[in-house]
T-cell receptor, first 113, second 113 residues
Framework: QQQVKQSPQSLIVQKGGISIINCAYE??????FPWYQQFPGKGPALLIA?????SEKKEGRFTISFNKSAKQFSLHIMDSQPGDSATYFC????????????FGAGTTVTVRA | EPEVTQTPSHQVTQMGQEVILRCVPI?????FYWYRQILGQKVEFLVS????????KSEIFDDQFSVERPDGSNFTLKIRSTKLEDSAMYFC???????????FGPGTRLTVL
């Protein structure tokens, strides 16, 4: 059962452009939605996260948009830089009694200079 | 800045051999996890550990797998009889539990020959 679906699988963006990655979830009990950034050979690093009581969260050039009714959330990377080239994973988990993360399949972002 | 550490970074073993992967979570964290990532695929949950016992495990985590926190700082994953399909990156993660911000280690690449 694929609990978190992520798209696209990969994307290429020009430096300065906007990268948009979308995720959809099935389990309405999920109430924590983080995004992780992973560079080759490294572990996933927490980038930004949102809970369903807000519809948007921004940290620097990274913004999460959340649509609870549609069970969708997305990551926007503004002013994309070559250093942002990485694989991005969305994830979701249930409430505090169950913390395991269910990951999306990942999106490989390539930022061309 | 505190971080999760893992050893070894790369483990090569013969099929049928036992391996132990080691992790040192962040010191004040209470919840511990093992995830794995087969090359090019998404991160998959294996097991969560809290209060010196397993709190949840996935279908992947069968009788060949076990976890232990032997000394209050290390957190280990043992695979008793490795199979070819166990070849993957294994990530340890931890969280304080106040918020579900899971911090991942750099991973151990397990290669089963």
């Amino acid at each position: 059962q694929q609990q978190v679906k992520q798209s696209p699988q990969s994307l290429i963006v020009q430096k300065g452009g906007i990268s948009i990655i979308n995720c959809a979830y099935e389990n309405t009990a999920f109430d924590y939605f983080p995004w992780y950034q992973q560079f080759p050979g490294k572990g996933p690093a927490l980038l930004i996260a949102i809970r369903p009581d807000v519809s948007e969260k921004k940290e620097g050039r990274f913004t999460i948009s959340f649509n609870k009714s549609a069970k969708q959330f997305s990551l926007h990377i503004m002013d994309s830089q070559p250093g942002d080239s990485a694989t991005y994973f969305c994830a979701a988990s249930k409430d505090r009694s169950d913390y395991k993360l269910s990951f999306g399949a990942g999106t490989t972002v390539t930022v061309r200079a | 800045e505190p971080e999760v550490t893992q050893t070894p970074s790369h483990q090569v073993t013969q099929m049928g051999q036992e391996v132990i992967l080691r992790c040192v979570p962040i010191s004040n964290h209470l919840y511990f996890y093992w995830y794995r990532q087969i090359l090019g695929q998404k991160v998959e949950f294996l097991v969560s550990f809290y209060n010196n016992e397993i709190s949840e495990k996935s279908e992947i985590f069968d009788d060949q797998f076990s976890v232990e926190r032997p000394d209050g700082s290390n957190f280990t994953l043992k695979i008793r009889s490795t199979k070819l399909e166990d070849s993957a990156m294994y990530f340890c993660a931890s969280t304080s539990g106040t918020y579900n911000e899971q911090f991942f280690g750099p991973g151990t690449r397990l290669t089963v020959l």
